[in-house]
């Protein structure tokens, strides 16, 4: 069965440090693969998203996210991170044109000051 | 442009009431979708609307009534509301058939007593 696997509850890392978010999928073909953001009391935002081609992406809000088929994986970066950027973070992949996307359990982003 | 919103923000509901959320969007979008996100269940999908006209079952129907009332509008009707469907509700949007990209609503948090 078609899975995305975000093995990470919760990561904390302190401000200004490097972040890198971990999103594996299981699907037959490369699925349009998706990271999502949901700040605290709000709705999900589109971070980025990958569909074909150069397989290192950039989204919004300086996070980066690279493709690599061979480990079945779409983890999410940021170089150094901010208070701002405490939220909880969802990967989310398609492909099979059922108009669905499969999601991520997610994974709740902690800053230390 | 406001993208996806959705009416209330906030609901207290009585075992038994019923009552409708609403959503539209203005990105001229085929698809709709409702979710339902509870605390370390991620996100679950209730309902889709493919395109005006259809409707499908999601992970979670049972309880929940949709209609696509048009192009832009896609509301959620619990009849008789339980108190497991205390959750936050989440409409989304899609306009790319087969890569499902969504943009998604600020959400509705529904609380039964």
């Known amino acids: 069965a078609q899975s995305v696997t975000q093995p990470d509850i919760h990561i904390t890392v302190s401000e200004g440090a490097s972040l890198e978010l971990r999103c594996n999928y299981s699907?037959?073909?490369?699925?349009?693969l998706f990271w999502y953001v949901q700040s605290p009391g709000q709705g999900l935002q589109l971070l980025l998203k990958?569909?074909?081609?150069d397989t290192l992406v950039q989204g919004i809000k300086g996070f980066e996210a690279e493709f690599k088929r061979s480990q079945s994986s779409f983890n999410l970066r940021k170089p150094s991170v901010h208070w701002s950027d405490a939220a909880e973070y969802f990967c989310?992949?398609?492909?099979?044109?059922?108009?669905?996307?499969?999601w991520g359990a997610g994974t709740k982003l902690i800053i230390k000051p | 442009n406001a993208g996806v919103t959705q009416t209330p923000k906030f609901q207290v509901l009585k075992t038994g009431q019923s009552m409708t959320l609403q959503c539209a969007q203005d990105?001229?979008?085929?698809?709709m979708y409702w979710y339902r996100q509870d605390p370390g269940m991620g996100l679950r999908l209730i309902y889709y609307?493919?395109?005006?006209?259809?409707?499908d079952k999601g992970e979670v129907p049972n309880g929940y009534n949709v209609s696509r009332l048009n192009k832009r509008e896609f509301s959620l009707r619990l009849e008789s509301a339980a108190p497991s469907q205390t959750s936050v509700y989440f409409c989304?949007?899609?306009?790319?058939?087969?890569?499902?990209?969504?943009?998604f609503g600020p959400g509705t948090r529904l609380t039964v007593t």
């Open positions: 989304a949007s899609s306009g790319r058939q087969g890569t499902n990209e969504q943009y």
């Open positions: 990105m001229n979008h085929n698809s």
């Open positions: 609307s493919a395109s005006e006209g259809t409707t």
């Open positions: 699907y037959g073909a490369t699925p349009y």
């Open positions: 990958y569909f074909s081609g």
């Open positions: 989310a992949a398609a492909g099979d044109s059922n108009y669905q996307l499969i």
